[in-house]
């Protein structure tokens, strides 16, 4: 789970993290990304890809995380989402969460940000995000699985977000988003048959743009 940071730092990378993101699929709320730089790599929880571990393995890999790490979070509300399409949502998720990432780092270590961003090299899950940033990109497929700083950014993603869901299932209890995370359950098409959807809604998902 550190051939890619190992190899990065071969490379003569100073600081390696990694990102991925949670809530593509879902019909509500935001698309959420988290960047991580870890500063110590053994853990005595599980670090693996969130969706392998269940609410409680996630919860305490988290708070092992968060005490051993900087990181960044960013996000897209649903909003955004339908005005620029979930994929360059994702990307924009991303970005924020990498440059919140670089300016903690940067007060940290007082760095310049334009010095510490050569010295920076991020491995993103996936294949999609643009390579044409002040840093290093190395896009990873499957990447959950195959580093440990990736595996560590989606569970910081997930438990992150699931949070957020839980604060509007207060705001919007008719829908359950503290059980299924807005994601389209037969519970939440149930709801949305019965009240139409809520504002934080996406309105270009199907179905939800049928109402």
């Not at 990498?98 to 010095?115: F, G, H, M, P, V």
């Not at 050569?118 to 999609?128: E, K, P, S």
């Not at 910081?156 to 389209?184: N, Q, T, W």
């Not at 309105?203 to 109402?211: D, E, G, L, T």
Request: net charge positive; aromatic share 10%; glycine share 6%.
């Amino acid at each position: 789970m550190l051939y890619h940071e190992n190899k990065a730092r071969k490379e003569g990378f100073k600081f390696i993290a990694g990102v991925d993101e949670v809530g593509r699929g879902p019909l509500a709320g935001p698309v959420v990304a988290c960047a991580v730089l870890l500063k110590d790599k053994r853990f005595k929880a599980r670090i693996a890809d969130s969706k392998e571990l269940n609410e409680r393995q996630r919860q305490r890999a988290f708070g092992e995380i968060v005490k051993n790490s900087i990181f960044g979070l960013g996000w897209v509300d649903q909003s955004q989402i339908d005005a620029i399409n979930i994929l360059e949502a994702t990307r924009l998720a991303m970005e924020r969460a990498i440059n919140r990432l670089l300016s903690q780092l940067a007060k940290e270590k007082r760095l310049d940000k334009r010095r510490l961003c050569r010295q920076a090299c991020f491995l993103i899950d996936g294949n999609f995000f643009k390579e044409d940033k002040p840093y290093a990109v190395r896009n990873i497929i499957k990447g959950d699985s195959k580093s440990l700083s990736i595996a560590a950014a989606s569970i910081v993603a997930k438990v992150s977000r699931d949070m957020l869901m839980e604060v509007y299932d207060r705001l919007f209890p008719r829908y359950g988003f503290c059980r299924h995370k807005g994601y389209g359950t037969k519970e939440h098409m149930d709801a949305l048959n019965k009240f139409g959807p809520s504002v934080i809604h996406r309105k270009s998902f199907y179905p939800v743009r049928n109402y």
